[in-house]
């Protein structure tokens, strides 16, 4: 059974992902997919799905701007034209989406229960009742628009939906995973709290029993007997809501936290800031990525000419795969591995980018036929970035490095929607 595991608070932000990373976002993600359902397996990839700062994390490796809003609808569109392409070999499939597409979820779960033998209305039920619950039971002022469903073979699945709240500007990310909850309407969440910003409608309370079962009674009548009640009780300009001492109406959570150990709110500036990186584990990145002998490159991942640049990258894309939860905590660390395509930290490095991606499918096609050494490699890629961290405590020079991935921009065919192409 599920619960809801955690939210992410976000700044609205509006534009397009460009053909050219949206593509290399879809390559991408779908091996660092495959990877971690290679090493863990698929319940894993879901249990990740459903943290929301890995979630930022990951689109940030991906080269997503590190805290918009758009994080959630590009990540996840590149994760449905990946993943939907090889779902029945890795057992994972991405309904849903945003806007119309979000209305589609019901009819592409049926069809995915029909190739699999799952519960189809179990899982559209599951679907439906995660967006009502976000939506309509907890009122917290954003209005959902994103809705995404990730089903496996064997049943789990994860939800990752989006609502909006235009007059603040901000969306909010919901994220559910399919373990440990008794209930869809009485208390779904491991907790509720924020600081006081007026009141929401909870309808989700152990304590709004009596008003769940009274709304269950009230459907049942005669709208226009109801409506002449209401009136006899409801004086003009008068509040038909409970009043706020009752356990109905919760404190507005800003953000609203379901485990404050798995929130995140990004910040409103858009540019990534040094005090927005853990520089200690960035200079445990770049120590491992520059200061090796360049002949423990290929010892380390058996990739002849492989230079430190690509190392940096696939250190954090190792991380990703391999990470413990407390490991995303600052999610703007994560776009130094492929920047953002707003140029922040720094554009794009294409030619990097690629060489990930192909260092990355050749330990998952290895792994295939029986040779993990490739893939083996990675894992110790992140274990050597721990024990620098650990042992070394090297600091990065946060504008030093930013202005080392400039000055090597071109060469490294840096891209971002800023230029001109």
Known sequence: MPKRTGVADLPLHTGTVPRWLADRMRDLGKLIAESIVENYGKKEF?????????????????????????????????LKRGLNSIAKELGICVCGGRGKYSRETPAELLR??????????YLERASRLCAKVDNTAVQDGFQLYQHNFIVTDE?????????????????????????????FVEEPHTAVIGENRGEILNLTATDADKTRHSILEISKENPSRMMREIAQIVKPNSSILVPAQTDLFLPTPEPILVNSSRNCSMPSHHDVREADVDLKRLGAVLATAYESAPENFENLLLTPGLGPRTLQSLTLVSEVIHGTPSRFRDPARFSFAHGGKDGHPFPVPTKIYDESIRVLDDSIQRAKIGDRDKMECLNRLHQTQLNVEKNCAPLADFEATIAHEKEHSKEWGGLSTQMRM
Do not use: K
């Open 46 to 78: 879901l249990v990740r799905l459903s943290d929301p700062l890995w979630f930022q994390s990951f689109g940030a490796v991906l080269g997503m701007d590190w805290h918009s809003s758009g994080i959630t609808t590009s990540v996840m569109y590149a």
């Open 155 to 183: 049943g789990d699945w994860a939800v990752v939906q989006q609502g909006m709240n235009a007059s603040a500007r901000a969306a909010r990310r919901y994220h559910w995973c399919s373990s440990h909850l008794r209930s």
């Open 112 to 121: 995915v229960a029909d190739a699999t033998g799952l519960d189809g209305n």
